[in-house]
Nanobody, 122 residues
Framework: QLQLRESGGGSVQSGTSLRLSCKVL????????VAWFRQAPGKGREGLAA??????SPTDRRTREGRFTISEDKDTVYFQMTSLKPEDTAIYYC?????????????????WGQGTQVNVSS
């Protein structure tokens, strides 16, 4: 059974960059989209970046902001943020969808990782 495992979170200073990793344990080719979401305290889960992984080759990628980058290398999907701000503090999740287009719609994603905490201090 496919699993997603995030890593790379931690405590960082404002203005710095951070790269999160989502390792796909299993066949990444079985997914259609892998995306990154975050959830800040007291807020809903929001989509940040999504990458199309069908056929094993990313053919489309989307990001919410220009300071976000999503990339893929074999069985790992990376999410990089630059110019971090305190409001980026949240739990960051990766998620996968197996059919249809996921993009940034939370409810379309069928499999979620456990999340990794990011704390940005000013």
């Amino acid at each position: 059974q496919l699993q997603l495992r995030e890593s790379g979170g931690g405590s960082v200073q404002s203005g710095t960059s951070l790269r999160l990793s989502c390792k796909v344990l299993g066949d990444i080719k079985s997914t259609k989209w892998v995306a990154w979401f975050r959830q800040a305290p007291g807020k809903g889960r929001e989509g940040l970046a999504a990458l199309q992984t069908s056929d094993g080759s990313p053919t489309d990628r989307r990001t919410r902001e220009g300071r976000f980058t999503i990339s893929e290398d074999k069985d790992t999907v990376y999410f990089q943020m630059t110019s971090l701000k305190p409001e980026d503090t949240a739990i960051y999740y990766c998620a996968a969808v197996f059919t249809g287009d996921g993009l940034f719609t939370v409810d379309k994603y069928e499999l979620w990782g456990q999340g990794t905490q990011v704390n940005v201090s000013s």
